[in-house]
Each structure stands twice: as structure tokens, then as C-alpha cells.
């Protein structure tokens, strides 16, 4: 299958060597995503809940660009510094989300790119219309 590289300037570009997402077939690979704010690739400030939300609306504005949605969403990887914000996660991800949820996985981490403290990353799968 051929590979297609998604790639939208509403989501931060890429801050090394890989795309945003790649599409294989009805699969996309969405690349991690920290709370970078698009336009001027800073980390948001402020807290926890809106470095949460950033993520989430950086990862919705690369699922558009493939063709789909946050509800396409298979799996879901989330990477914190620290697991004490994991009920956060839930709690924002709950607005976001919605059942069936997806597959998910939240991993401690010691460090993430740029002084992060949380990362996502997903795998979506889009139906053929």
C-alpha cells in the first residue's frame, strides 16, 4: 500500500525528521503531540488541564486533515512526567471522547521533548466511505 503523509499548519509542523501523520490504506499514524500552540510553536502556558486540551486539539486538527475525526481514534497512547495528572487526562478526555472509547495506554515518562509534560500520540482507522 502507498503511503500518504498528512500534513496541516493548523497542528504544530514537525520539530524533527517526521510527518505529522502517515495513512496507509484506512490506517493513520499519528505522530505525538505535545501542548504546542501551532502558531507560534511555544508550549501553552498555564496548567495541567490546558496543556491537555492543547494536545487534544492539535491531535484533532491532524485527524481532519487525514480525513477523519477524534472518533476514529483505534488507540491512544498518552506519556506524562507525572501519573499523578492522570485523572485529568480522564477527566478532559471525557469532553473529547466519547464511548467506545478508545484503546489506551498512559506510560510515566522521565522527559519529553521541549520540557513537556505530557505527550499523546494515536492510530486512527477511517472507514471506506
Same mark, same amino acid.
Given at each position: 500500500m502507498k503511503r500518504q503523509i498528512i500534513q496541516t499548519?493548523?497542528?504544530?509542523?514537525?520539530?524533527?525528521?517526521?510527518?505529522?501523520?502517515?495513512?496507509?490504506?484506512?490506517?493513520?499514524?499519528?505522530?505525538?503531540? %505535545?501542548?504546542?500552540?501551532?502558531?507560534?510553536?511555544?508550549?501553552?502556558?498555564?496548567?495541567?488541564?490546558?496543556?491537555?486540551?492543547? %494536545?487534544?486539539?492539535?491531535?484533532?486538527?491532524?485527524?481532519?486533515?487525514?480525513?477523519?475525526?477524534?472518533?476514529? %481514534?483505534?488507540?491512544?497512547?498518552?506519556?506524562?512526567?507525572d501519573l499523578s495528572h492522570f485523572p485529568l487526562v480522564n477527566q478532559v478526555m471525557s469532553e473529547y471522547f466519547h464511548e467506545p472509547y478508545p484503546a489506551r495506554a498512559a506510560i510515566g515518562v522521565a522527559a519529553l521533548p521541549k520540557g513537556a509534560e505530557v505527550e499523546m500520540d494515536a492510530i486512527l482507522h477511517l472507514s471506506q466511505a
Open positions: 499548519d493548523a497542528a504544530p509542523a514537525a520539530i524533527g525528521t517526521y510527518s505529522q501523520a502517515v495513512r496507509v490504506g484506512d490506517t493513520v499514524y499519528l505522530s505525538g503531540q %505535545i501542548p504546542l500552540q501551532p502558531a507560534t510553536m511555544e508550549l501553552v502556558e498555564g496548567d495541567m488541564e490546558l496543556q491537555i486540551r492543547q %494536545i487534544f486539539d492539535n491531535l484533532t486538527a491532524v485527524a481532519r486533515a487525514a480525513g477523519g475525526s477524534l472518533d476514529d %481514534i483505534a488507540k491512544l497512547n498518552v506519556f506524562l512526567t
